[in-house]
């Protein structure tokens, strides 16, 4: 059949589109699959992790660079900073308590994939004590959240051994949130696994004032002498102090982008390694949190000392 000099070249331009179709579709699907077997190989490094101990794994950041070749070592106390939920709301045209609601799922899947990890002690910075200046209708959001978590939440703590507590001035909470917050204490409290710590109407400043009103009381009335003060006494008085030997946390973790602390543990987090990332509290996943402690592990942690290596050169 004869094809005229029109119709050849309307069939090579469609000839030249549909190619141009089909390669972009195949180089997305690749993409896609490329991605998606990052993950499954990052997902299998952490199960892994957690049925058969420390492992082996290269773990790569976003920007492709390597973070760690070596064992995972994962933090006995991990407290993380959950910003962003309002910038999450508003990029998605949503009123900033949207972002909070979706937060709170994100607590749910962090606490477990922590608690699966090994991770012994988690500390989720919930609401401040200079969160009251929000408006009204946000802070009333925010109160309600705790009843609504640890009613949806708790029996899947206790299935997974996981033992709340909540540092912070509770009292000033509204009664329903307290009566949510002391029943979630105490239907976890049978739990030997994880620590779910909870920084509710928390401000380390507040705390440490606090901390030094109360031990100058002790002194007043003769409990203590000024002399039996040292560093030991002052970190057993914070709030922390329950946690024992587990009270300072090993890895800061702050979402969003800022680079501050926002007086979060400001004493406990003296020798903390701190780590910043710019995704938001609602985007965050567990893939994250092990791109995290894949950071940690990479770094020399010497407490002021130095490393072994170091320590031979200055002795040679």
């Known amino acids: 059949m004869l094809i005229d000099q029109e119709t050849s070249q309307n069939l090579l331009r469609f000839s030249n589109f549909l190619m141009h179709v089909i390669r972009k ?27 058969e101990g420390p492992i082996l794994a290269l773990f790569k950041s976003k920007n492709n660079t390597v973070v760690v070749d070596g064992q995972l070592k994962i933090p006995n106390h991990i407290a993380i900073i959950m910003d962003g939920n309002g910038r999450w709301a508003k ?5 900033r308590v949207a972002g909070h609601k979706i937060g709170m799922n994100t607590v749910k899947k962090i606490a477990t ?9 988690l500390t989720l910075y919930a609401f401040s004590t200079e969160n009251w200046s ?18 949806e939440f708790v029996p899947d703590l206790i299935k997974n051994n996981i033992r709340v507590n909540v540092m912070g001035n509770i009292a000033q909470l509204p009664a329903e949130t307290q009566r949510a917050v002391n029943r979630a204490i105490a239907q976890t409290a049978g ?7 909870f920084a509710l109407n928390y401000g380390g400043q507040i705390e440490i004032v606090s901390t030094a009103k109360k031990i100058a ?13 040292d560093a030991k006494l002052f970190a057993d008085s914070l709030q922390t102090g329950t946690l024992g030997e587990l009270a300072a946390p090993d890895l ?21 390694e701190l780590y910043f990332t710019n995704v938001l509290w609602p985007d965050y996943t567990a893939d994250d949190l092990v791109e995290a402690i894949a950071s940690f592990t990479a770094r020399d942690r010497r407490f002021g000392g130095l490393n072994v290596t170091e320590k031979y050169e200055s002795e040679s």
Request: proline residues 5%.
């Open 113 to 121: 994939a922590a608690s699966d990890l090994g991770v012994k002690v």
């Open 25 to 51: 579709f195949l180089s997305r699907f690749f993409c896609r699959l490329a991605r998606h077997l990052v993950k499954l190989s990052r997902y299998h490094c952490v199960k892994t992790h957690m049925k």
């Open 134 to 151: 929000r408006p009204n209708d946000e802070v009333s959001f925010l109160m309600k959240l705790p009843i609504d978590f640890f009613n």
């Open 217 to 229: 009381t002790m002194v007043a009335e003769g409990l203590i002498k000024p002399e039996d003060i």
């Open 191 to 197: 739990g030997t696994g994880m620590i779910l710590n």
């Open 252 to 272: 800061m973790i702050r979402t969003s982008g800022e680079l501050r602390l926002s007086n979060f543990m400001p004493y406990q987090s003296a020798y903390a």
């Open 91 to 95: 990029k998605r045209l949503m009123p």
